[in-house]
């Protein structure tokens, strides 16, 4: 669980995908001080001075949004009065929350029976892929992935979560990626764009009071 005041944009989602590069063993965990070392000042006070200079972010491809899910807001007692509709059967605001989400649940779980039916049938007739991930366990590294039976170059999954990978024959580290504009340059290119729409939608006409 993350907890925090604020979050930036698909924040959470960058910090899995590098957490899972960490895990299956593609990246170290020195990795992510590294992406952390955006600032030269900053760079120089820090406990690892090797750690390279990370001023723009490097492509990569953010991990899937589910599970990820805002579960809570704190308040002080003093900022907020909660309302409730409370148990109210009468007129069935207190049981529609309950119905909708014991229907969706419901749903849920006869798809995910149908789900594993499904998947066992196909494992009679396909293979499932070889394991690569983590290299912890199996000793593997990006330069020694086994050819298949076949000859055909091993072919990486690097999971995002929620099932879901992202594949390809070479795996090409992070901090040799091509690298985004600096966040200076990208916020000037988003001032004299978009941004000087928003602020003339916010502008009233001159002449007009």
């Not at 965990?29 to 952390?36: D, G, H, K, Q, T």
């Not at 149908?114 to 396909?126: I, N, V």
Request: net charge negative; aromatic share 10%; hydrophobic share 35%.
């Amino acid at each position: 669980d993350l907890v925090g005041s604020a979050f930036l944009y698909h924040q959470v989602r960058h910090i899995m995908a590098v957490l899972f590069l960490v895990g299956t063993g593609l990246e170290q965990p020195s990795i992510v001080s590294a992406l952390m070392n955006v600032c030269q000042a900053e760079s120089n006070t820090l406990p690892e001075p090797q750690l390279p200079l990370v001023d723009r972010k490097p492509e990569y491809q953010m991990a899937d949004a589910l599970p990820l899910m805002l579960w809570d807001c704190a308040y002080a007692d003093s900022d907020v009065i909660w309302q409730s509709d409370g148990n109210n059967a009468e007129n069935g605001t207190g049981s529609d929350l309950y119905h909708q989400l014991h229907s969706i649940h419901q749903r849920s779980v006869i798809h995910t029976v149908l789900d594993e039916h499904f998947f066992a049938a196909a494992t009679q007739y396909h293979s499932p892929p070889p394991q690569y991930f983590p290299f912890s366990q199996t000793g593997l590294t990006p330069h020694t992935l086994p050819y298949s039976n076949l000859g055909r170059e091993p072919v990486l999954g690097v999971p995002l979560g929620a099932g879901t990978y992202k594949r390809g024959a070479k795996y090409t580290p992070l901090l040799e990626r091509k690298r985004l504009d600096h966040v200076d340059v990208a916020n000037e290119r988003w001032r004299i764009g978009r941004g000087s729409k928003y602020s003339k939608q916010k502008t009233p006409d001159d002449g007009i009071e």
